[in-house]
């Protein structure tokens, strides 16, 4: 709005902030403010119910990723030096370039690109090269990384298959496949993981069942031949070592429906005339989807990653509520964090090593989502 | 040679090796990559791999949904019992209450044939015929549940009944309804008139009140959860006897502070595409900024403000990380929290109908809101996501 008068730019002023103060009020003191605190409280030794926080500085940081890390430290860090450096020159070489001809090949977000290259392998290395340090702590991270990637590629896939199947004109019956494929994703995920649990249990689930099932079946069948009865061991779908699959199998089930919306929704908005100038020039299916359809939801795709990859980093309740035992096999970050310090197994409350964990949740998801930014293209598309 | 034990040898034993979920992904996987590569039109295989994928769902939920209407020791040694008591064809009343289901269920298929073959039809005819559907279907269900009560057998109804009462069910689902309304309702209020100061109305650093809300979003919950913990625990009115643990209020503030955020970027699109002129006209008029927003605004960003409301609902009904830490007193325990610790103190350790019986109250309201508002929850779901 247009105001004139520099008394009515005053009161316009004053009545913005009276519109703004309960949600500043509220945002600052219940998240601001303890974001701010997460990282203060990261530096000290609390078990948050004795009166005194003891200043221990980055003794839980140090702890966390062991000695052998922070000593490789100088070599990464002066390997991301040269990475920072590498990426300033690439990135200013836009501003003011030195060949005209090089203006369209070097493009200053890749600047970052090497910084992340370095960071991400000191990640990778600390994850699969190294052996010290918070071991129960890595392997948390290293089962986020396994939901993220194993999960993700095949959600990813499920989702686009679905999402071409929906936006085909000749497809029947679209909108029961999409509510029945959608709903999983609105349920709770503390639902969602025990009506898992419960499929997949050894003894009464639905999984067992079937399988079961099928073997009397084909027995029946094969008995009118010969007399046999085909026998299967009822498989431990929640022992330590199938847990996790399980609770990726079942975030998978849940997750497919949301990005197969995104997906749908973006296909339908690609202008039909795209796809008929593009048949009249000659192009074939493949060609259509590869320089059409790809390009055109490129965007999405990448919205939809990061999404995924956000909360496969903060999955929490499908994990906590799924896995029957929380051992360093089938936990993950914030459900490490919830047990150190809210739940008493050792009647030890560690509030700053928790705090610690969930500061470098916040690093990592920073981090990931600030690499996957890297590829939306620069051209926005207008349609 | 005995071929009988030689399989029984070596059956398990590969049934073994192989049986592992990431493997039955993986094979689903590469037998869908098959099909849609053999298939020249794409539709065949596509339609194979839905039914497949919506088949294990509805399986899945008729198996809990069954299952919950029998008993414990049913479902242990023959679960198929559970149905057995609304297909009992000796009995002539329940025969009479599967035959009068059947005519439902044969009236709501030739419906559906009638409604295929007039695509065109208007709406009021369709809607008519919607409604003879669901009637319908109303009407077999409860035919099918009254040939049961008739006929003695109480189970299909007698586990939820303990799961809403024994179990708490009832006052769970109560103080989650109580939750998520008082919570959408605050956070509706507060960011919309957040949002309308940092759209329409011009003062010194309003981007950058903008930004702090957009890079707010990046703040995992995790990371305040400790914090917020430790700050709120000595929070405490004596006056009120008011204080933020173990209080319903407690938690609509604070899910009402997490969510700001992420509403005020939603409805920022939303405001922004209403014209100002509104705006500036009403003042020339003589009205005052609050009702500028609060008759043209607020009514006009409707639309908006539904999908805000409907997201921040289903977000917070569902809300599991900060009810579980807050909140221990079992007479304010929200449903999910309540679900979760009706496993875990294996209250009903053997009965699993009943806990089954506890899925079910979790997942019907959702599933309802979910059928009633699916067109508002994909359009907000599309604007969030593909402008955003």
């Not at chain 2, 065109?120 to 049961?148: D, E, H, N, V, W």
């Amino acid at each position: 709005m247009i105001v004139r008068g520099k008394h009515a730019k005053i009161r316009q002023a004053l009545i913005a902030l009276a519109m703004l103060a309960p949600s500043l009020l509220l945002f600052g003191v219940f998240v601001g403010y303890p974001a701010v605190e997460a990282f203060r409280i990261s530096l000290y030794d609390w078990t948050g119910f004795s009166p005194q926080a003891d200043w221990v500085g980055l003794k839980h940081f140090r702890g966390m990723f062991g000695p052998t890390v922070w000593a490789m430290g100088v070599p990464f860090g002066l390997a991301l030096l040269a990475a920072l450096v590498i990426g300033g020159l690439f990135g200013r070489s836009r501003s003011a370039p030195p060949d005209p001809r090089l203006r369209r090949r070097l493009n200053p977000k890749w600047a970052w690109a090497p910084t992340l290259a370095v960071l991400s392998a000191w990640l990778v290395w600390w994850l699969y090269g190294t052996n010290d340090g918070d071991d129960f702590f890595r392997w948390c991270v290293r089962n986020n990384f396994r939901l993220m990637f194993v999960g993700g590629i095949f959600q990813f896939v499920f989702a686009f298959l679905f999402a071409a199947g929906l936006s085909m004109p000749k497809f029947r019956a679209a909108k029961f496949y999409r509510t029945m494929i959608f709903f999983p994703s609105f349920v709770s995920a503390v639902g969602v993981a025990i009506l898992w649990q419960r499929v997949c249990d050894a003894r009464y689930g639905l999984a067992n069942g079937v399988i079961e099932g099928a073997a009397n079946a084909v027995s029946h069948v094969i008995s009118y031949v010969h007399p046999i009865h085909l026998a299967v061991a009822p498989i431990e779908w929640l022992g330590s070592d199938n847990m996790f699959n399980s609770i990726i199998a079942a975030g998978i089930w849940s997750g497919v429906g949301s990005q197969m919306i995104l997906l749908v929704a973006a296909i339908q908005r690609i202008p039909p005339t795209y796809y008929e100038a593009a048949r009249v020039d000659g192009a074939n299916e493949r060609h259509v989807f590869s320089h059409i359809t790809i390009p055109m939801i490129r965007e999405v795709i990448l919205i939809t990653l990061t999404l995924w990859v956000i909360g496969a980093l903060k999955v929490f309740g499908l994990v906590q509520a799924m896995a029957i035992q929380l051992d360093e096999k089938t936990s993950v970050v914030s459900v490490r964090q919830y047990e150190l310090a809210f739940s008493n197994r050792d009647n030890i409350y560690q509030m700053g090593y928790a705090t610690a964990m969930a500061v470098v949740l916040l690093v990592l998801i920073v981090v990931f989502a600030l690499g996957l930014r890297l590829l939306r293209s620069e051209d926005e598309l207008e349609f | 040679m005995n071929w009988n034990s030689d399989i029984l040898a070596a059956v398990p034993q590969k049934m073994i090796q192989i049986a592992n979920p990431f493997w039955y992904i993986a094979w689903f996987t590469v037998g869908v990559v098959i099909l849609v590569a053999w298939d020249r039109t794409r539709l065949k295989a596509l339609y194979a791999i839905k039914t497949g994928w919506v088949g294990f769902s509805i399986f899945a939920m008729l198996w809990v949904i069954i299952s919950s209407m029998g008993t414990s020791k049913d479902f242990v040694q023959s679960p198929e019992k559970a149905l057995t008591q609304f297909f009992d064809y000796h009995n002539p009343i329940t025969f009479g209450a599967l035959l009068a289901c059947a005519a439902c269920l044969a009236g709501i298929l030739i419906l559906a044939v009638l409604l295929a073959r007039h695509p065109q039809m208007s709406p009021p005819r369709k809607y008519t015929i919607f409604a003879g559907q669901t009637t319908l279907g109303a009407a077999g269900l409860l035919a099918l549940l009254a040939g049961a009560h008739l006929n003695g057998f109480s189970h299909w109804y007698e586990n939820y009944v303990r799961a809403w009462t024994i179990a708490r069910m009832g006052e769970y689902m109560l103080n989650s309804v109580m939750i998520s309304v008082g919570s959408v309702g605050l956070i509706i209020l507060c960011s919309a008139m957040a949002t309308y100061a940092l759209t329409k109305l011009e003062f010194p650093g309003r981007d950058g009140i903008l930004y702090l809300f957009v890079a707010a979003m990046a703040i995992p919950a995790q990371l305040i959860l400790v914090p917020l913990f430790l700050m709120l625990r000595h929070w405490h009115i004596q006056t009120l006897d008011f204080s933020f643990m173990d209080s319903r209020f407690g938690l609509i503030i604070i899910y009402t502070a997490l969510s700001l955020p992420f509403t005020i970027f939603l409805l920022t699109g939303f405001f922004r595409s209403l014209p100002t002129e509104l705006a500036e006209a009403a003042a020339i008029d003589g009205c005052s900024e609050f009702r500028t927003f609060s008759q043209i605004y607020f009514p006009l960003a409707a639309p908006g403000l539904t999908t805000a409301a409907i997201f921040n609902f289903i977000g917070i009904w569902n809300e599991y990380n900060f009810a579980l830490v807050f909140i221990t007193n079992p007479q304010i325990k929200t449903l999910p929290v309540g679900l979760y610790y009706l496993v875990v103190t294996q209250q009903y350790a053997a009965e699993w109908p009943a806990l089954f019986a506890g899925i079910v109250i979790l997942f019907v309201p959702t599933f309802l809101i979910f059928l009633i508002l699916q067109k508002q929850i994909i359009a907000g779901l599309t604007l969030g996501g593909v402008k955003g």
